[in-house]
């Protein structure tokens, strides 16, 4: 009875949660960057962005019984849609595909757990913040929510802090959980159309980002090609749009109650 | 069930549904539509009813699947079309829009 008992805890948590298969190097003690899908998709085009100008390679894949049954073709070779991608002193993380809400604290507490393993030394999370008069930005402002006050320094000048205020999704969570594992987090919202694809705030994301970590991306090609960035992510923002329905995005508008 | 090209492509009417966002103010809604490769003087906006706007873009070239990557469908697209029901009856005569950066903004009066 006790047997049966763990056994079928055991097999629940496996498949709970998400399995993160490694198939080339990860780098001890680096920063992980989280590009997944969200308001105006900036993470997802930010951190592809990254990938392609930096020629990271595809170091691994998050697996996960409870996502949709899919995989995504790429150069004819069937992949998982949530991958990591490498180079000596940097993971980023991106997903093809909007994560359903159910699969969002296994996620978190998964990645976190296997970031903490791997001594990831700054968790970076890109994403949007929806503003109703996107079109009178010209130049997307970019905030910052951060895992604990000394981060603050680190951030260069490059955004600034958020101090109240909701998170809902991925990014609140990976924060929050960053905390408690003591590994110094960042989540970097980028104004952003709601659900348009937005390249020029993915470029305000990046230009933060190479000022945070003192990279040099180009982020022109983002800008170049906006219009066909637009065009083909049009189907994943639909996808994602539905998703941040579900888990109530549209919350980050509310003020907290309560102070001090 | 119709077999369909995916969300909002439609090979048939060589159209494209594209995406919008729609808010509802005390006073007004306003609807943001995305429409890469489109010239503003191409937009045609439309309100056949009080709760429907309709928007019709002629785009600037045509788009194929081939020029978005994918090989394994055809089809070509030269316009975006979507008619859209709001959720609350809005003035025909009352409309203001912008377009910048390839979105157009369309603010409606609500109906009093």
Same mark, same amino acid.
């Given at each position: 009875?006790?047997?049966?008992?763990?056994?079928?805890?055991?097999?629940?948590?496996?498949?709970?949660?998400?399995? +993160?298969?490694?198939? &080339?190097?990860?780098?001890?003690?680096?920063?992980? +960057?989280?590009?997944?899908?969200?308001? &105006?998709?900036?993470?997802?085009?930010?951190?592809?962005?990254?990938?392609?100008?930096?020629?990271?390679?595809?170091?691994?894949?998050?697996?996960?019984?409870?996502?949709?049954?899919?995989?995504?073709?790429?150069?004819?070779? !069937?992949?998982?849609?949530?991958?990591?991608?490498?180079?000596?002193?940097?993971?980023?993380?991106?997903?093809?595909?909007?994560?359903?809400?159910?699969?969002?604290?296994?996620?978190?507490?998964?990645?976190?757990?296997?970031?903490?393993?791997? &001594?990831?030394?700054?968790?970076?999370?890109?994403?949007?913040?929806?503003?109703?008069?996107?079109?009178?930005?010209?130049?997307?402002?970019?905030?910052?929510?951060?895992?604990?006050?000394?981060?603050?320094?680190?951030?260069?000048?490059?955004?600034?802090?958020?101090?109240? &205020? @909701?998170?809902?999704?991925? @990014?609140?969570?990976?924060?929050?959980?960053?905390?408690?594992?003591?590994?110094?987090?960042?989540?970097?919202?980028?104004?952003? @159309?709601?659900?348009?694809?937005?390249?020029?705030?993915?470029?305000?994301?990046?230009?933060?980002?190479?000022?945070?970590?003192?990279?040099?991306?180009?982020?022109?090609?983002?800008?170049?090609?906006?219009?066909?960035?637009?065009?083909?992510?049009?189907?994943?923002?639909?996808?994602?749009?539905?998703?941040?329905?579900?888990?109530?995005?549209?919350?980050? @508008?509310?003020? !907290?109650?309560?102070?001090? | 069930?119709?077999?369909?090209?995916?969300?909002?492509?439609?090979?048939?009417?060589?159209?494209?549904?594209?995406?919008?966002?729609?808010?509802?103010?005390?006073?007004?809604?306003?609807?943001?539509?995305?429409?890469?490769?489109? $010239?503003?003087?191409?937009?045609?906006?439309?309100?056949?009813? $009080? $709760?429907?706007?309709?928007?019709?873009?002629?785009?600037?070239?045509?788009?194929?699947?081939? $020029?978005?990557?994918?090989?394994?469908?055809?089809?070509?697209?030269?316009?975006?079309?979507?008619?859209?029901?709001?959720?609350?009856?809005?003035?025909?005569?009352?409309?203001?829009?912008?377009?910048?950066?390839?979105?157009?903004?369309?603010?409606?009066?609500?109906?009093?």
């Amino acid at each position: 009875m006790g047997n049966g008992w763990i056994s079928m805890s055991k097999r629940l948590s496996e498949t709970d949660g998400f399995r +993160i298969v490694e198939t &080339g190097p990860i780098p001890k003690k680096a920063v992980m +960057i989280n590009g997944l899908p969200d308001v &105006g998709l900036v993470g997802l085009l930010a951190s592809s962005h990254i990938i392609t100008s930096l020629g990271l390679e595809e170091v691994g894949s998050l697996e996960s019984e409870l996502l949709p049954p899919m995989i995504v073709l790429h150069g004819g070779v !069937p992949k998982s849609p949530v991958r990591l991608f490498a180079n000596s002193s940097l993971i980023v993380l991106i997903s093809e595909t909007a994560i359903p809400v159910s699969l969002l604290r296994p996620l978190a507490n998964d990645l976190v757990g296997w970031a903490q393993k791997n &001594g990831t030394q700054l968790m970076l999370s890109l994403g949007g913040m929806a503003v109703a008069n996107r079109q009178d930005i010209d130049t997307p402002k970019v905030f910052a929510a951060i895992s604990e006050k000394r981060l603050e320094s680190r951030l260069n000048g490059a955004a600034e802090i958020l101090e109240e &205020g @909701y998170i809902v999704g991925a @990014y609140g969570l990976l924060l929050r959980k960053c905390t408690e594992s003591a590994i110094p987090a960042i989540a970097l919202l980028t104004q952003a @159309y709601y659900n348009h694809p937005d390249p020029e705030a993915a470029a305000a994301a990046l230009t933060a980002v190479n000022k945070i970590l003192e990279l040099k991306v180009d982020v022109s090609e983002l800008l170049k090609k906006g219009e066909e960035i637009r065009l083909r992510s049009k189907d994943m923002m639909h996808r994602t749009q539905e998703e941040m329905l579900k888990m109530n995005k549209m919350h980050e @508008y509310d003020l !907290p109650p309560l102070y001090g | 069930m119709p077999f369909s090209q995916g969300t909002g492509w439609n090979v048939t009417a060589a159209c494209i549904e594209p995406l919008y966002n729609l808010m509802v103010g005390a006073a007004e809604i306003v609807l943001t539509i995305d429409l890469p490769y489109v $010239d503003q003087r191409q937009v045609k906006l439309a309100c056949p009813a $009080d $709760d429907v706007l309709e928007i019709h873009a002629e785009t600037t070239r045509k788009i194929t699947f081939e $020029d978005l990557g994918i090989k394994h469908r055809h089809g070509e697209f030269t316009c975006y079309h979507a008619r859209i029901r709001t959720p609350v009856p809005v003035d025909e005569t009352n409309i203001k829009t912008r377009f910048k950066r390839g979105v157009l903004e369309v603010h409606v009066a609500r109906l009093k």
